[in-house]
């Protein structure tokens, strides 16, 4: 279960349209981001919203802290309560590894390892700081070559 920080836990409480007021500018963003007009905003969506300079992962961590009710989806009452998914910061290294390791098998390739960094960064350089990282040219990163520490596990 998630602990709700108390801004989240006020605009929780308020029904959408006692708050809307005071929530021009995200719910213009929220229509925005609902490309297919569901009324919900999910993972790609909000993903679309973020600017190329942030990571996958860093927008993904956002995204969930934002899921309140761990729906897969953001309610318009959620995006607000997150101003906009913009809450929550930076994930720890072993949540940045966690998130970008999509096929749960404890490594990090080259494509999962770009979910990390900033999506405007070009493939070459991705490549390059990949390298760097592989330690022991496996062409897959160990938790502990992307940085994360071992009582961090």
Do not use: Y
């Not at 029904?15 to 981001?33: H, M």
């Not at 966690?98 to 405007?120: K, M, N, R, V, Y």
């Not at 390059?128 to 070559?145: C, G, S």
């Amino acid at each position: 279960m998630k602990l709700l920080p108390i801004t989240a836990l006020a605009a929780l409480s308020l029904s959408p349209l006692a708050s809307a007021a005071g929530n021009g500018a995200l719910d213009r963003r929220f229509e925005k981001a609902d490309i297919n007009s569901s009324g919900t905003i999910d993972r790609t969506e909000f993903l679309a919203l973020q600017p190329r300079g942030k990571s996958w992962v860093e927008a993904s961590h956002r995204f969930n802290l934002a899921d309140v009710d761990d729906d897969a989806l953001l309610s318009i009452t959620e995006f607000r309560a997150s101003n906009g998914g913009k809450e929550g910061g930076k994930p720890s290294r072993a949540q940045s590894f966690a998130l970008a390791d999509l096929d749960d098998d404890g490594f990090l390739d080259p494509q999962e390892f770009a979910l990390t960094l900033a999506q405007s960064k070009p493939w070459r350089k991705v490549l390059r700081d990949f390298d760097r990282k592989d330690r022991n040219d496996d062409a897959l990163l160990t938790p502990q070559e992307f940085g994360v520490l071992l009582n961090a596990l």
